[in-house]
T-cell receptor
Framework: DAMVIQNPRYQVTQFGKPVTLSCSQT?????MYWYQQKSSQAPKLLFH???????NEADTPDNFQSRRPNTSFCFLDIRSPGLGDAAMYLC????????????FGPGTRLLVL | AQSVTQLGSHVSVSEGALVLLRCNYS??????LFWYVQYPNQGLQLLLK??????LVKGINGFEAEFKKSETSFHLTKPSAHMSDAAEYFC????????????FGAGTRLFVKA
C-alpha cells in the first residue's frame, strides 16, 4: 500500500542534543510538510517542500531545519532541542501544488529529557 | 483570512447515540473543508472532505458532513456512536498560497460511554 512512513515512532533525546526525525513516502507526491503538534493542540505547520523548494513558515524557530534529499524522503532536524520542543511531529504529503488534500504519516513523538 | 472554529473541546455521547461535532469556517473564497480523526499517539486520518461538489459528504466509518454556505458550517455527524469512535476530531480548511496549506481547528475530543 502506498503510504507515508515516519521513523522512529518514539524518539527520546536530551536537552540540547541534536535530533533528526525521518519521513518517507511511497506515494510519489511532490509536496511534503512537517507539522508540530503539542499536547491537546492542533497541528501547526512548520515548513513544506514543493519538490526541492523549501518554504519556511514565518514563525518557525531557527532551531528547526529540514532536508529533502529526494522525492521520497524528508528529514526534520532540531539543532538544540529544548523542553518546549517535546511534541508529536507529523509528516504529510500532497500530490501537487494544486492538490488540496494532505495525507499524514503516523507521527513521531519526541520526548526531551 | 481563512480560519476554522470547532465548538466544544469535549463531546460525550452514549454508545448508539447520535454524534454531532460542530465546525464553522471563515473563508473569503470557496473553501476546501476536511474532517480528520486522530487516535491516541497516531497520525491524522482523513474522514471526509468537501471540494464544492455535493454539499452532503459521506466519509469513512459511517460519518458524514454537510456543507452549509449560509451558516458557514461543516458539522460532522454519525447516526449511531460506537466505542471505537472515541478519538480527537479536527476540522480543517485548505487554502492555497501557491501551494495548499491546511489550517486546523482546535479539535474536539469525543468520548463514547457504554
Amino acid at each position: 500500500d502506498a503510504m507515508v512512513i515516519q521513523n522512529p515512532r518514539y524518539q527520546v533525546t536530551q536537552f540540547g542534543k541534536p535530533v533528526t526525525l525521518s519521513c518517507s513516502q511511497t506515494l510519489n507526491h511532490n509536496v511534503m510538510y512537517w507539522y508540530q503538534q503539542k499536547s491537546s493542540q492542533a497541528p501547526k505547520l512548520l515548513f513544506h517542500y514543493y519538490d526541492k523548494d523549501f518554504n519556511n513558515e514565518a514563525d518557525t524557530p531557527d532551531n528547526f531545519q529540514s532536508r529533502r534529499p529526494n522525492t521520497s524522503f524528508c528529514f526534520l532536524d532540531i539543532r538544540s532541542p529544548g523542553l518546549g520542543d517535546a511534541a508529536m511531529y507529523l509528516c504529510a504529503t500532497s500530490r501537487a501544488r494544486s492538490d488540496e488534500t494532505q495525507y499524514f504519516g503516523p507521527g513521531t513523538r519526541l520526548l526531551v529529557l | 483570512a481563512q480560519s476554522v472554529t470547532q465548538l466544544g473541546s469535549h463531546v460525550s455521547v452514549s454508545e448508539g447515540a447520535l454524534v454531532l461535532l460542530r465546525c464553522n469556517y471563515s473563508s473569503s473564497v470557496p473553501p476546501y473543508l476536511f474532517w480528520y480523526v486522530q487516535y491516541p499517539n497516531q497520525g491524522l486520518q482523513l474522514l471526509l472532505k468537501y471540494t464544492s461538489a455535493a454539499t452532503l459528504v459521506k466519509g469513512i466509518n459511517g460519518f458524514e458532513a454537510e456543507f452549509k454556505k449560509s451558516e458557514t458550517s461543516f458539522h460532522l455527524t454519525k447516526p449511531s456512536a460506537h466505542m471505537s469512535d472515541a478519538a480527537e476530531y479536527f476540522c480543517a480548511v485548505s487554502v492555497s498560497t501557491g501551494v495548499f496549506k491546511t489550517i486546523f481547528g482546535a479539535g474536539t475530543r469525543l468520548f463514547v460511554k457504554a
